[in-house]
Nanobody, 128 residues
Framework: QVQLVESGGGSVQAGGSLRLSCATS???????????MGWFRQAPGKEREGVAT????????YYADSVKGRFAISRDNAKNTVYLQMNSLIPEDTAMYYC??????????????????WGQGTQVTVSS
């Protein structure tokens, strides 16, 4: 049984930083099948959007334009954990953040239709 458990959300003022963690269990990385992991977010009244993708075996990463240069996705394969370091936060980053795992059919970003497993979400609130 695959489980993804997020942690690290909270409230911060604009310009601050947070680091989200996603601990995985039961999920096997297979580079030949393009297994990948990512972070999505959903703000109230908005559609869920992809934020960052990582291929755990190679370390290759992709970012949404809105977070490039501010966010960094990384992984610790020994701990089966994926991280999202968020710096220079702005109020527009306020959302529920979800960890996800699946197979990146595009060979680049993890899309919603590729997601096989979701975490329960962790709230990030950025005040101005």
């Amino acid at each position: 049984q695959v489980q993804l458990v997020e942690s690290g959300g909270g409230s911060v003022q604009a310009g601050g930083s947070l680091r989200l963690s996603c601990a995985t269990s039961g999920y096997t990385y297979n580079p030949y099948s393009r297994n990948c992991m990512g972070w999505f977010r959903q703000a109230p009244g908005k559609e869920r959007e992809g934020v960052a993708t990582i291929y755990p075996t190679s370390g290759r990463t992709y970012y949404a334009d809105s977070v490039k240069g501010r966010f960094a996705i990384s992984r610790d394969n020994a701990k089966n954990t994926v991280y999202l370091q968020m710096n220079s936060l702005i109020p527009e980053d306020t959302a529920m953040y979800y960890c996800a795992a699946g197979r990146c059919s595009s060979g680049e970003y993890l899309k919603e239709y590729d997601v096989a497993y979701w975490g329960q979400g962790t709230q990030v609130t950025v005040s101005s």
